[in-house]
């Protein structure tokens, strides 16, 4: 009678445990499916401004062809939860770009995460004129460079759009990085990334080079 008590226990617990993994698989599967839906959004919205001649950064030679950017395909691979630290005792700088312009920034804070298992780190910047504006109080500009600049990706390196966080934690999603604009057109002046932005590894995620 004993032994078929615990075969029962053994059975319920069993099954409970089951349940829970189901649970845990399923919001798994829905967060990786939101993931993959909001970088699917964030490309068409790309696309749809360069093809739009009030907001393309296109020459019109190239965007009356634009068909669509080419992009890596989305990988949540290379969404990372970085921590982040403050430094507010930061000075402004001038930060270089392509033409003799230069862009004041400040060091906002740092970003250390893992990727393909291994540390990494970034300063990301505020800029001290859009910061007095209502609609960029809370944007972070985080300029970066990898492996795959100059091959798969604009040699100048890559940009990503992040906002102040409540906390000590934000979200980096690789899969938004987008090149300069200068990349595609010689007109603007687009910011330099500095040194420490330099990443050793891949990032095989976002806005491959433009083809002209």
């Known amino acids: 009678m004993k032994y078929w008590f615990l075969i029962v226990m053994v059975m319920s617990l069993g099954c409970k445990e089951k349940r829970y993994h189901d649970e845990l698989d399923q919001n798994q599967l829905q967060a990786s499916t939101e993931a993959l839906e909001d970088i699917i959004k964030f490309q068409q919205k790309m696309n749809g401004e360069f093809k739009d001649p009030e907001t393309s950064p296109l020459p019109d030679r190239y965007r009356k062809d634009f068909n669509g950017l080419d992009f890596f395909g989305p990988d949540t691979t290379y969404r990372v939860m970085a921590k982040f630290t403050r430094t507010p005792e930061a000075l402004p700088f001038l930060m270089p770009t392509t033409t003799g312009r230069q862009s004041e920034e400040v060091v906002y804070g740092v970003l250390q995460f893992r990727l ?26 985080l300029p970066f460079a990898d492996l795959t600049n100059g091959e798969e990706t604009y040699g100048g390196g890559r940009y990503l759009d992040l906002s102040i966080p409540e906390g000590d934690s934000l979200l980096i999603d690789f899969n938004k990085a987008y090149n300069p604009y200068c990349a595609y057109n010689p007109k603007y002046s687009c910011p330099l990334v500095p040194k420490q932005n330099r990443l050793d590894i891949a990032i095989k995620a976002g806005v491959k080079t433009f083809k002209k």
Do not use: A, M
């Open 116 to 141: 393909n298992g291994r540390s990494h780190k970034l300063e990301v910047y505020q800029n001290q004129e859009l910061k007095q504006q209502d609609q960029y109080r809370d944007y972070l500009f």
